[in-house]
């Protein structure tokens, strides 16, 4: 099952697969307390080297699937942003803005150097949603700041 949706993930999407990669985190992790635990009481020795290779090959896994898979891209879809291609871990800890911040400490910004702007993020879609949000509130001081302040 594993295999099965490690391959949809990195044939449909442009980012590694996020539930894999918490999956493998989080199994890693508790993998990690059973093996301290086994490695601590006088167990049996090939059950112990049994679970520190699952725990080994476990976290290889994990590498390889957070790997990003930008440099296999078509040219088409190099020039998206490093947000819309970065896994789980380079979200969370805002690894892709390094690129960005260590061009901008080096060369002046101009706006040919940022990525482009993700399509649900553009201008012209949060123009049309926020007019359809304000038409549907009913107009009055009283119905605006119910409209603002509890939707």
């Not at 949809?8 to 918490?22: D, I, M, Q, T």
């Not at 476990?58 to 490093?82: N, P, T, V």
Request: glycine content about 4%; some cysteine.
């Amino acid at each position: 099952m594993f295999c099965a949706l490690s391959y949809v993930e990195h044939s449909k999407s442009l980012a590694p697969s996020f539930l894999l990669n918490a999956y493998l985190f989080l199994s890693l992790l508790f993998d990690a307390v059973m093996l301290r635990t086994l490695w601590l009481t006088p167990f049996n020795i090939a059950i112990r080297n049994l679970f520190t290779a699952s725990f080994i090959m476990k976290g290889i896994i994990l590498l390889l699937e957070s790997k990003a898979k930008r440099e296999y891209f078509s040219s088409s879809d190099k020039q998206r942003s490093l947000e819309e291609t970065s896994g789980l871990y380079r979200q969370g800890f805002f690894w892709w803005l390094n690129t960005i911040i260590i061009y901008g400490f080096r060369h002046i910004l101009k706006p040919d150097d940022l990525f482009e702007v993700n399509e649900n993020m553009s201008a012209e879609v949060l123009d049309s949603k926020s007019w359809k949000a304000w038409n549907k509130c009913e107009f009055g001081l009283k119905y605006l700041t119910k409209c603002l302040y509890y939707r």
